[in-house]
Each structure stands twice: as structure tokens, then as C-alpha cells.
């Protein structure tokens, strides 16, 4: 008689947290306000705040959005607030930076409302290894967030995870 294969991986108590499962839907864009500077790098508010005006902000709708200047220009923080405030009522979210800053600052405001309640004292392994760009970040601050509530913390896949803490 052939003994039966048992998958203890779908029987054990293990808790598998995908932060893929949390990300966003919306586009996320870099949007250059340095083509609205004198010859990319002067900033005359009177010029600036014509092409505010004059911009069509609804296209972003539904948009995470990353606000950078592609030259050494200086820019002043007032410019930034001026275009974020056009681009409120439209996007999903604003930030000054990179696109990998925008994606950790999306997944910093996830997890700080994640509820972690249901992982008390259950063994957690937080899945690797996404298709959806989530930043390192994510899986620190998920990590941290966890520490005090959860048995033991992993990370992979249950069949080759790495452990990182366990309760004592």
C-alpha cells in the first residue's frame, strides 16, 4: 500500500502576509516641473503660476504622484504646495521624490493602518518575491510592525523561509 503524501505546509498553523496583496491600484507618475522654469532653472512665480492655472490637473485622476525637478534648480517649498494643491482633488496621493519613495511612503501609510491583530501570537512568514514593485522598505516596516504582536516572524516561502524573530 503507498504511503500518503501529506502537505504539512496547508496543515501548520503558519500565517503567510503578502504585502503584494495591498498594493494599489493607480498609475504612478513623475511629474517634472522643470519645463516650467526659465530655461529649466529659474523659477519666475508669475510665469510659474500661469502654467499652474493653465494646466489640465484632471488627468491625474486616480494617479499616485511624484513631484521632482530634473535640474539643480532651486526650487521653493511654496511651488511644490502650489501644484500639489491642483493635484488634490484628482490623485490618490503627493509626495516631493523619486518613485520608489512615492511606492514606500504609499506602503508606510498601508501598514501604519494594517490591522496586525489577528496575527497575536500566531507564527508569521512574510512572502517574498512579488511581481509588483514593492520597496524594501515595505518588508522592514512590516517586519517592525509585527514584532510585537506576532509568535515568530519569517520571511519567504513557508517551504524555504528565513526566520528573523521568535518570542521567547
Known amino acids: ?35 516650467w522654469l ?15 492655472a493653465e494646466y489640465d490637473w484632471s488627468q491625474h485622476k486616480g494617479q499616485y504622484v511624484s513631484l521632482i525637478c530634473s535640474t539643480d534648480a532651486i526650487i521653493p517649498a511654496w511651488a511644490y504646495m502650489l501644484v500639489s494643491v491642483h493635484l ?6 503627493t509626495i516631493i521624490g523619486t518613485l520608489d519613495q512615492l511606492e514606500t511612503s504609499i506602503y508606510q501609510e498601508i501598514i501604519n493602518n494594517l490591522d496586525v491583530s489577528s496575527y497575536q501570537d500566531k507564527p508569521v512568514i512574510i512572502k517574498g518575491c512579488a511581481n509588483k514593485p514593492i520597496p524594501d522598505n515595505a518588508y522592514t516596516m512590516l517586519t517592525a510592525k509585527l514584532h510585537n504582536v506576532a509568535k515568530s516572524v519569517m520571511y519567504g516561502e513557508a517551504c524555504s523561509s528565513v526566520p528573523l524573530y521568535k518570542k521567547r
Not at 503558519?14 to 511629474?31: K, M
Not at 526659465?38 to 499652474?52: A, N, P, Q, T
Open 88 to 93: 488634490t482633488p484628482f490623485v490618490e496621493k
Open 1 to 35: 500500500m503507498a504511503e500518503e503524501i501529506i502537505n504539512r505546509v496547508a496543515q501548520s498553523k503558519l500565517i503567510t502576509v503578502d504585502l503584494e496583496d495591498y498594493y494599489p491600484a493607480g498609475e504612478r507618475v513623475l511629474f517634472d516641473i522643470s519645463d
Open 38 to 52: 526659465m530655461e529649466g532653472l529659474i523659477l519666475r512665480e508669475k510665469d510659474f503660476r500661469k502654467y499652474v
